[in-house]
């Protein structure tokens, strides 16, 4: 974190963004200040109700049960990654409710983007997908809801000849289960596949 005397102040208004580094501008960002080593530290949070696409918030892409002191706030970089990860999200919420919803199902996101210290805390891998914003894992009902999510990627995949990195059917030791689907910017390896974690 850095020092909240680093941050010059800012003279003229700014367009809104995620985060700021120097200096609240309308409702973005909110930081506290807090007291470390007799130093006064800002931390930076991100706004949650930021719409990525139509449907999914920078909040929910970015939730986390781990509480780490970095406050997994994602870069624009990877605010970037999270945005085109949505497009794909945003097709198969709409292909699902054609075909198998009510009209208006969402898609729920169990974890999306993951700071390293996030990755670390809940044992993820640290070439995961998660720590660039390319990946997110997609609750499901059941078996069966979670083939036809993958069976939808695989067809939006097809028809727009777009590849994905992974679309990954996932289970831990609990027996519980999601689906892992991750876009990169480029290099994507279209990798199927059934993971134990």
């Not at 850095?2 to 309308?26: D, M, W």
Request: hydrophobic content about 40%; some cysteine; aromatic content about 8%.
């Amino acid at each position: 974190m850095r020092s909240a005397a680093l941050h010059p102040p800012c003279i003229t208004k700014q367009e809104p963004s995620f985060y700021n580094n120097f200096r609240r501008v309308g409702v973005y960002p909110r930081r506290r200040v807090i007291l470390k080593n007799n130093v006064i530290m800002a931390q930076v949070e991100i706004n949650k109700n930021i719409h990525l696409s139509e449907h999914f918030t920078l909040g929910e892409m970015c939730i986390t049960s781990a509480k780490t002191q970095d406050g997994n706030v994602p870069s624009h970089v990877h605010i970037e990654n999270l945005k085109r990860l949505c497009g794909w999200l945003e097709m198969l919420r709409s292909e699902w409710n054609k075909r198998y919803g009510e009209g208006n199902d969402p898609i729920i996101i169990n974890s999306g983007y993951r700071s390293p210290q996030v990755n670390k805390a809940v044992s993820g891998v640290a070439t995961s997908n998660h720590v660039t914003g390319c990946a997110a894992d997609i609750k499901v009902a059941g078996v069966e809801q979670l083939i036809r999510y993958a069976t939808i990627l695989l067809d939006i995949s097809d028809e727009s000849q777009e590849d994905f990195d992974e679309l990954l059917i996932e289970k831990n030791r609990y027996g519980a289960i999601w689906l892992h689907f991750a876009v990169r910017p480029k290099d994507n390896r279209r990798k199927v596949a059934f993971i134990v974690a």
